[in-house]
T-cell receptor, first 115, second 109 residues
Framework: EAGVVQSPRYKIIEKKQPVAFWCNPI?????LYWYRQNLGQGPELLIRYENEEAVDDSQLPKDRFSAERLKGVDSTLKIQPAELGDSAVYLC?????????????FGSGTQLSVL | LAKTTQPISMDSYEGQEVNITCSHN???????ITWYQQFPSQGPRFIIQ???TKVTNEVASLFIPADRKSSTLSLPRVSLSDTAVYYC??????????FGQGTELSVKP
């Protein structure tokens, strides 16, 4: 069974440029998460989707970040314009439900470098 | 939201048992305790989850005392491939799972 698939694996851009990350969750998983992980730190939740509805986006910097999950499957996270401080690994995860045994399955992430 | 505290780093040798303790003094009644493992250039991977007492699977054991204010992840007979960062998380139904800084375990030959 395929796991969570993310692309691209690496992305290098100049500041003020836009960038987008794509995530395909595990088939049948209703809940999808985007995390950002800075070097040496634990992942930080940006947004969580239940099907196509964003149920928690309190940590998403809405002035430059946007996300969508059309049809409740794939998701895209966008940054426009990117800043130097956005350099990090962006992780996507999915889980079957939001119930108590909330086991998250993570992708390998997209490593973003903003120059 | 319950906050967790765990050692920043630990060292061990191959074949030893490693115990990583996590403090979560403000754990709520409905919260479960979950541990994840992360290797470099990979996303975190679920290891084990529990609510109280002891849970064991093919990878690790999780010990939770009666007051549930702490938990201990036990890795039996570690190998070099167990070198990773281990995260302790506390959360419940519909709740937000917050990762702390994690414990960087280094296993030496």
């Amino acid at each position: 069974e395929a796991g969570v698939v993310q692309s691209p694996r690496y992305k290098i851009i100049e500041k003020k440029q836009p960038v987008a990350f794509w995530c395909n969750p595990i088939s049948g998983h209703n809940t999808l998460y985007w995390y950002r992980q800075n070097l040496g730190q634990g992942p930080e939740l940006l947004i969580r989707y239940e099907n196509e509805e964003a149920v928690d986006d309190s940590q998403l910097p809405k002035d430059r970040f946007s996300a969508e999950r059309l049809k409740g499957v794939d998701s895209t996270l966008k940054i426009q314009p990117a800043e130097l401080g956005d350099s990090a690994v962006y992780l996507c995860a999915s889980s079957l439900t939001m119930q108590w045994d909330e086991k998250l399955f993570f992708g390998s992430g997209t490593q973003l470098s903003v120059l | 939201l319950a906050k967790t505290t765990q050692p920043i780093s630990m060292d061990s040798y191959e074949g030893q048992e490693v115990n990583i303790t996590c403090s979560h003094n403000n754990i709520a009644t409905n919260d479960y305790i979950t541990w994840y493992q992360q290797f470099p250039s990979q996303g975190p991977r679920f290891i084990i989850q529990g609510y109280k007492t002891k849970v064991t699977n093919e990878v690790a054991s999780l010990f939770i005392p009666a007051d549930r204010k702490s938990s201990t992840l036990s890795l039996p007979r570690v190998s070099l491939s167990d070198t990773a960062v281990y995260y302790c998380l506390v959360g419940g139904t519909g709740g937000k799972l917050i990762f702390g800084q994690g414990t960087e375990l280094s296993v030496k030959p």
